[in-house]
């Protein structure tokens, strides 16, 4: 059974996994947002952190990376810490051995492992078996590290978080369910607008409303990109096709053929509305040069900021 909220939302995270932060209160996500702030404030101004020294993280990537993979060893490095490369085909794993075995004896040698993989329902089984903290580096279902980056920069940009409307534009993915959670916990507004048939999850939308109703905002699902965008502060969008359906490219490219972030949706949005987007972009798909390399756009600081709330989970859960 796939577990969509799997332990009971707390305020520490000591020792604690991240598979989704459906299991983090509003209260550990804006700590750990306020931990990045000052980690990076120390980054900027050169000041060592050595707070995780004789720490290890395994980094385990069945999917390829430039962000999250660089992110995470620059981050524990800069902490102190060490981490070893677990390429899955060099593993036992790659030749069958129990995700459930692997996790227990993992367990015995390092202190965390953060895992990119395919299937959400493999990172929840390794998180069960294993005594030491497992951060999800994204499943088909959730980006968790992600979406903290992404509060990250339009708090900075914005000044607040409560109250901002957020409108997601494209693939009811990964990226987008993770982003409704976080803006749920946060008391954002957040309306996506996909084509029909790449609607978000309907639990994960579900839990979305529901967390939404209990911090003040509000989660929506339209299929209009133009009305979805009106009066936005925030614009977000990620890639058509996500890796592992490459096959669906070419149907793909005709169904979101209407949802192309462009110099015409925008106008639709506030006059100092923020673009986001998670990278990689396909400039000239799921959003025009324009628009991503245009005044607007803080992409590069949002995926900077990566490295930051990244180093402020790895603190919080291993210190
Ligand atoms: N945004 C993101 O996770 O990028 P990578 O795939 O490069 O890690
Ligand atoms: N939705 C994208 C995000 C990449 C960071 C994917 O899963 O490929």
Redesign the pocket.
């Known amino acids: 059974m796939l577990s969509l909220q799997a332990k009971k939302a707390n305020t520490s995270i000591k020792g604690q996994d991240l598979l989704t932060l459906a299991d983090y209160s509003p209260a550990t996500i804006k700590a750990l947002l306020k931990k990045a702030k000052e980690l990076k404030k120390a980054y900027l101004s050169g000041e060592p952190t050595p707070i995780l020294q004789g720490k290890i993280l395994g980094l385990i990537f069945d999917?390829?990376?430039?962000?999250?993979?660089?992110?995470f060893e620059a981050g524990m490095l800069q902490l102190g810490g060490q981490v070893i490369h677990l390429n899955g085909q060099e593993l036992q794993l790659g030749r069958g051995e129990p995700i459930s075995d692997t996790a227990k004896v993992l367990s015995s040698y390092i202190d965390a492992v953060m895992i990119?993989t395919l299937s959400h329902e493999r990172v929840v089984e390794l998180a069960e078996h294993a005594t030491i903290p497992i951060i999800n580096?994204?499943t088909d279902l959730y980006?968790p590290?992600?979406a903290l980056a992404d509060l990250l920069t339009i708090q900075e940009e914005k000044g607040k978080l409560e109250g901002i409307k957020m409108v997601y534009i494209g693939d009811g993915n990964n990226?987008a369910h993770s982003l409704m959670i976080a803006a749920a916990k946060v008391g954002m507004n957040l309306v996506v607008a996909t084509p029909i048939g790449y609607e978000p999850n309907e639990k994960v939308t579900e839990l979305a409303k529901k967390f939404a109703l209990e911090n003040g905002g509000e989660i929506s699902i339209e299929s209009d990109p133009t009305q979805a965008v009106a009066g936005a502060d925030v614009i977000y969008t990620d890639v058509w096709t996500s890796?592992g359906q490459e096959a669906e490219n070419a149907q793909r490219l005709i169904d979101f053929k209407d949802f192309q972030v462009n110099e015409k949706l925008v106008l639709g949005a506030k006059d100092d509305y923020l673009f986001l987007h998670?990278?990689?972009a396909h400039r000239g798909e799921e959003v025009t040069g324009e628009v991503i390399d245009g005044n607007h756009s803080s992409v590069f600081q949002q995926?900077g900021n990566?490295l930051h709330v990244q180093k402020a989970l790895l603190v919080e859960i291993l210190q």
């Open positions: 999917k390829p990376s430039t962000r999250t993979r660089v992110s990119r580096g994204l980006h590290c992600q990226v890796m998670c990278l990689p995926a990566r």
